[in-house]
């Protein structure tokens, strides 16, 4: 919807794509008349884009995205929210990777654009830090399922892993451990998140090692003593 006036409403479409019966349903819902108006020689692109932007202030429910995103149709949006209100409790989220409608992948993007968050894709990146990595207990990092990497186009920003929303206190704390002024929560997959924890752990293991190793060949060498 672009202009609204009185007791109509202007609605671009992409591609032509103004389907009668969609419109009617629009209409009904919005309680206006409505006059379609398709910019034919803009790709579908562009206006998914311009719907984007729109609601980028505005959190939008997780089926709501699944939509927008032509991840799911209205029937099968429709058949997940009536299981959903069979099975009071189970997340939107579940049913449709039950029914074989989303991959995980789709579902986490979907996950990380209804939170705000950027999505990255772990297998494509390789930037473990075990500087800051060692400023945690391992406890800490697999109970919160976060890892810090580091935001190499700004000194007082660290972005943090994750595979969930960020508690505020978690934030905070991880601001206060490594003296950063801003935290960018980063979106990833679960399987991919907890395999980075897991090596991460396993190279600052090696390096204790390796540096325990070299005290000692010192110390052997009388060149240090244990004071």
């Known amino acids: ?19 009668p ?34 609601y980028r202030g505005k959190k939008l429910r997780f089926g709501e995205i699944l939509l927008i995103n032509n991840i799911i149709d209205d029937a099968k949006l429709m058949e997940v929210l009536r299981l959903q209100k069979d099975s009071p409790g189970k997340k939107i989220g579940d049913i449709v990777k039950e029914m074989g409608y989303a991959s995980e992948l789709q579902l986490q993007q979907t996950f990380a654009k209804q939170l705000g968050y950027p999505f990255l894709d772990l297998e494509a990146a390789n930037f473990l830090d075990l500087g800051l990595i060692s400023k945690f207990s391992e406890e800490f990092i697999r109970e919160n399922n976060v890892l810090p990497v580091p935001k190499t186009d700004a000194s007082d920003e660290v972005m943090v892993l994750s595979d969930r929303q960020i508690d505020r206190k978690i934030v905070e704390e991880i601001k206060s451990k490594l003296g950063v002024k801003k935290i960018v929560p ?24 390796r540096e325990k190793s070299i005290g000692q060949i010192l110390l052997d060498k009388k060149m240090i003593t244990k004071e």
Request: hydrophobic share 40%; with cysteine; charged share 30%.
């Open 186 to 209: 980063v979106m990833t997959l679960k399987e991919e998140l907890e395999r980075a924890i897991y090596t991460s752990f396993c190279r600052f293991d090696e390096f204790q090692q």
């Open 1 to 19: 919807p672009v202009l609204h006036h009185n007791d109509s409403v202007v609605i671009i479409t992409a591609n032509g794509d103004d389907d």
């Open 21 to 54: 019966l969609r419109l009617g349903e629009i209409s009904n819902d919005l309680n206006l008349r409505l006059i379609p108006y398709s910019f034919k020689k803009y790709p579908e692109q562009i206006v998914k884009k311009a719907v984007e932007d729109f």
